[in-house]
């Protein structure tokens, strides 16, 4: 019934800034938490940045925090991973996951549902 589309992914210089979104599609889509993990290769698939479906709380990654905000917008049905100040670690296929007990932010990849493709974020230096 649900179903994420990703965009925003591409290349960016280091220091750079670029925007992901997220599109929730579906029925009950509105009621999940949303979060973003990203995988670097050869790396495990780490927990960034996440958002609970009515956009009281977020939680960062340590690794992010003061870079990366993630938002929601309802009347889009998209959330949205704004990334700043991006450094070449960050480089990484990035993916959005959506969990239905969205009331709480949860950084484990098993407590989510769906998940969308994945974007590749490449940062030159």
């Known amino acids: 019934q649900a179903q994420l589309v990703e965009s925003g992914g591409g290349l960016v210089q280091a220091g750079g800034s670029l925007r992901l979104s997220c599109k929730l599609i579906g029925s009950l889509s509105s009621h999940f938490g949303i979060s973003w993990f990203r995988q670097a290769p050869g790396k495990e698939r780490e927990f960034v940045a996440g958002?609970?479906?009515?956009?009281?709380?977020?939680l960062y990654a340590d690794l992010v925090k003061g870079r990366f905000a993630v938002t929601r917008d309802d009347a889009k049905n998209t959330v949205y991973m704004q990334m700043n100040s991006l450094k070449p670690e960050d480089a990484a296929v990035y993916y959005c996951?959506?969990?239905?007990?969205?009331?709480?932010?949860?950084?484990?990849?098993?407590?989510?549902?769906?998940w969308g493709q994945g974007t590749q974020v490449t940062v030159s230096s």
């Open positions: 996951a959506a969990d239905r007990n969205g009331g709480i932010v949860r950084t484990l990849p098993g407590a989510y549902d769906f």
């Open positions: 958002i609970d479906w009515n956009g009281e709380s977020t």
